[in-house]
């Protein structure tokens, strides 16, 4: 089974940028997605098919990916940008498999 | 608007099983297909399984085959989701995902647009 890599805790200050990554050998095939998980909530999406950012979240959130890494950037992170961060890919099966990263506790202060 | 209107909370015994369900509104049922995410206390999101809603196809995470069973009823927009032999590890949060694309276009490039509000699955002697 493959599987995706994240760092477990990313810290930054107000204003910097923070940089969560996600390798994963499917990942020069298969798109990677970013989800955002704030405490007791629902994730909300971030980044799909790699770089493209759904409408409502701000342009501080782009995102990237070369060979077997995927990387969400968040520049000039704020407080409220504080949360869970998870990439999530799809398997070559075929059969539409999902696997999640991780997770990465993004902490700003 | 899209609406998953999951079930409610659960206490089981090791051993038992459960059966969840997730009422779909607001879009065309058979369309797009629903998958089941879990997340216990305190970790991550773990992809369960997915389900066409349309013709009825599952295809399970490896962890969970043969312990997992995913069903739909059209006539109602709601899908079920069956674990059995329950350990304590599957003390979790289960949430139906809807996923943006539809079941007649054959792509796995899709993401989550819409969750169910979770159900808590407690399992404890």
């Known amino acids: 089974s493959y599987e995706l890599t994240q760092p477990p805790s990313v810290s930054v200050s107000p204003g910097q940028t923070a940089r969560i990554t996600c390798s994963g050998d499917t990942l020069p095939k298969k798109y990677a997605y970013w989800y955002q998980q704030k405490s007791g909530l629902a994730p909300v999406l971030v980044i799909y098919?790699?770089?493209k950012r759904p409408s409502g979240i701000p342009e501080r959130f782009s995102g990237s990916s070369s060979g077997t890494m995927a990387t969400l950037t968040i520049s000039g992170a704020q407080v409220e940008d504080e949360a869970d961060y998870y990439c999530?890919?799809?398997?070559?099966?075929?059969?539409?498999?999902?696997?999640f990263g991780g997770g990465t506790k993004l902490t700003v202060l | 608007q899209v609406q998953l209107v999951q079930s409610g909370a659960e206490v089981k015994k090791p051993g038992a099983s459960v059966k969840l369900s997730c009422k779909a509104s607001?879009?065309?049922?058979?369309?797009?297909?629903i998958h089941w995410v879990r997340q216990a206390p305190g970790q991550g999101l773990e992809w369960m399984g997915i389900i066409n809603p349309g013709g009825g196809s599952t295809s399970y995470a490896q962890k969970f085959q043969g312990r997992v069973t995913m069903t739909r009823d059209t006539s109602t927009s709601t899908v079920y989701m069956d674990l059995s032999s329950l350990r304590s590890e599957d003390t979790a949060l289960y949430y139906c995902?809807?996923?943006?694309?539809?079941?007649?276009?054959?792509?796995?490039?899709?993401?989550?647009?819409?969750w169910g509000q979770g159900t808590l699955v407690t399992v404890s002697s």
């Open positions: 995902a809807k996923s943006n694309h539809l079941t007649v276009v054959p792509t796995d490039a899709y993401y989550f647009d819409s």
């Open positions: 098919e790699d770089s």
């Open positions: 607001g879009y065309t049922f058979t369309s797009y297909y």
């Open positions: 999530y890919s799809t398997d070559s099966s075929g059969n539409h498999r999902g696997l």
